[in-house]
Nanobody
Framework: QVQLIQSGGGLAQAGGSLRLSCVASGVTFRNYDMGWFRQAPGKEREFVGTISWSTDNTNYADSVRDRFTISRGNAKNTVYLQMTRLKPEDTAIYYC???????????????????WGQGTQVTVSS
């Protein structure tokens, strides 16, 4: 059974930083890409970024590139989203996702991932 358990997030001031974690279990990691999406109230789910388990290659949305960083933990079953220089428009519920690397969906920001975390609220005040 695949599970993605998220932690972190919360409240930050504009210009501040937060880190989200996503612990994955029940997947063959080398066959999956991991990604982060976010959804603000009244808006569609938006691609944030993705990372390959096997290569560590990453891809980011233009809105977060150079501010957010996705990485894997030493245990390699944990993915992090380090968010810096936060802006009020980053306020959203953030979701981690796991998807077959063969599908390549996360690399084009397709939200049709196989598995999702429970979501974590991030609120950035101005």
């Amino acid at each position: 059974q695949v599970q993605l358990i998220q932690s972190g997030g919360g409240l930050a001031q504009a210009g501040g930083s937060l880190r989200l974690s996503c612990v994955a279990s029940g997947v063959t990691f080398r066959n999956y890409d991991m990604g982060w999406f976010r959804q603000a109230p009244g808006k569609e789910r938006e691609f944030v970024g993705t990372i390959s388990w096997s290569t560590d290659n990453t891809n980011y949305a233009d809105s977060v590139r150079d501010r957010f960083t996705i990485s894997r933990g030493n245990a390699k079953n944990t993915v992090y989203l380090q968010m810096t220089r936060l802006k009020p428009e980053d306020t959203a519920i953030y979701y981690c996702a796991a998807d077959s690397s063969l599908a390549r969906r996360l690399w084009v920001g397709d939200p049709s991932a196989d598995y999702w975390g429970q979501g974590t609220q991030v609120t950035v005040s101005s």
